[in-house]
């Protein structure tokens, strides 16, 4: 019975945030930019001291001016691991986690380069609501795999000695420490990134691609920001239309995943062999990229199953081809979902239907090309959502689902400081567990 009540109590605390939430989002509009920006290079560390024009309506962030170890050194150490002996030429290399950078590289245009942003970037911390900090998360985690050219220990490059030495730095600065880092931003869109200090950031705003690889205390939709991948398909340029997409059904990409991903493997045995259908193993490499990029232009539906964790790189490259998604990822959560419907632009289906013989064939061949071009020109509307490059873009997208979340952020600051510390055998149900995708 003690349990039961236990429980009732944690589920009415999430029922309040979530209302909280929704009521200051309703209260929450912003501008959008009218014009693009222009490149950033940032190979001699992070620009500080740009020019900001203050606006009233907007959230005022400051980003930390980091060491630079953890920003610039990490795109040098990604050209050392890749062999270059001229790491003073090296650039943020592409890749479907680079938000981190696009975000980064935001903040560093003057205010007169960001007209209609939702944020302005303050040079004073005093100013500030709201606190970036610009670890290359993903992309230290791309030096991890890739470096393997020293001898001694000491001399490789490790990803988790990073996020240690990040946090250190974190918790010694008196902004953190004022609020716990609950006032902090932390990109982290690899579902790998930050894993070794997760425990210790998880009170900041933390975007992510899923929550696959964090504790329900860890990540939540209450507090965190879902963020698009980024595209690595070209994004489709024609008129939406069938005549010249004459394969049914399209997937190219790993077979064997783990966790749920090993649904693929399934799908790849049901699959193999049918009418109109290609399903091919394909990798992240250019000449399968360019592959992807001729068949996803050419096919009128794309599968989409999950990966290693609930979301995939695919489904991005999917939307900007206006292949029409098919998404057979029960636990999938979706970007940007307070603006867009996903029914409108994707097909979803439940993974015990997916596998059964003839059901996804069936149900796509049953579509009609009406309901085709409905699919297309919705997903034309929406795909500027997951342009990184846009003016109108993703960018943008991500800082106002931030900015939302000050009027939690600052509730959760002011109950933090009138609580009497205790000692809880569960998690405190400061957050909102994310529920099953449930198929149309």
């Known amino acids: 019975m003690a349990r039961k009540s236990s429980f009732v109590k944690q589920a009415i605390a999430c029922s ?13 509009t912003f501008l959008r ?128 000695k ?30 790998n990134a930050l894993n070794r200090v997760m425990e210790r950031v998880k009170n900041s705003v933390l975007l992510l691609s899923d929550f696959g690889r964090v504790r329900p205390d860890q990540g939540s939709l209450i507090k ?38 090993r649904i693929r493997d399934l799908l790849f045995r049901l699959l193999e062999g049918d009418k109109d259908v290609i399903i091919k193993e394909g990798t992240q490499s250019r000449e399968d990229r360019r592959a992807a990029n001729r068949a996803m232009h050419t096919s009128k539906f794309c599968l989409n199953p999950a990966g290693d964790t609930p979301s995939a790189c695919r489904l991005f490259d999917a939307i900007v081809s206006l292949c029409v998604p098919v998404i057979v990822s029960d636990s999938i959560e979706l970007p940007f979902e307070d603006v867009i419907d996903y029914r409108k632009i994707a097909i979803l289906v439940r993974t015990k239907d997916s596998l059964q013989p003839g059901y996804l064939t ?6 009609s090309t009406e ?27 991500i800082w106002r689902q931030v900015s939302q979340k000050l009027p939690l952020i600052k509730l959760m600051i002011n109950r933090d400081k009138r609580l009497i510390k205790r000692d809880l055998t569960e998690p405190d149900c400061s957050c909102l567990c994310t529920s099953l995708t449930d198929a149309v």
């Open 371 to 397: 309901r085709i071009l409905e699919f297309q020109k919705e997903l034309k509307q929406v795909s500027h959502y997951f342009e990184y490059k846009e003016p109108n873009g993703a960018v943008n997208e």
């Open 362 to 367: 069936n149900l796509l061949r049953g579509v």
């Open 162 to 191: 990073m996020q240690e030495e990040l946090v250190q730095w974190l918790e010694q600065q008196e902004y953190w420490r004022r609020n716990n880092g609950r006032d902090h931003v932390i990109a982290a869109g690899d579902p």
């Open 16 to 28: 309040a945030c979530l209302v909280l939430v929704l009521y200051a989002a309703y209260f929450t």
């Open 33 to 160: 930019p009218a014009s693009s920006p222009p490149p950033l290079d940032i190979r001699d560390g992070v620009v500080v001291g740009s020019t900001i024009t203050l606006s009233a309506n907007r959230i005022k962030v400051y980003m930390y001016n980091l060491p630079r170890q953890f920003t610039a050194g990490i795109i040098e150490e990604f050209a050392r691991a890749r062999g270059s002996t001229d790491v003073s030429k090296s650039w943020y290399p592409g890749h479907q986690h680079m938000g981190e950078w696009h975000l980064l590289a935001d903040l560093n245009r003057t205010d007169e380069d960001r007209v209609g942003s939702p944020v302005v970037r303050v040079a004073d911390p005093d100013e500030a609501e709201l606190f970036y900090v610009p670890f290359l998360s993903s992309l230290s985690l791309l030096v991890n795999v890739n470096r393997r050219l020293a001898v001694a220990d000491d001399q490789v490059y490790s990803d988790e």
């Open 224 to 261: 965190d920001v879902i963020v698009p991948y980024a595209h690595r398909i070209n994004p489709y340029k024609g008129e939406i239309g069938v005549k010249k997409r004459n394969t049914l059904l399209l997937f190219m990409g790993n077979r064997y995943r783990k966790d749920g991903g």
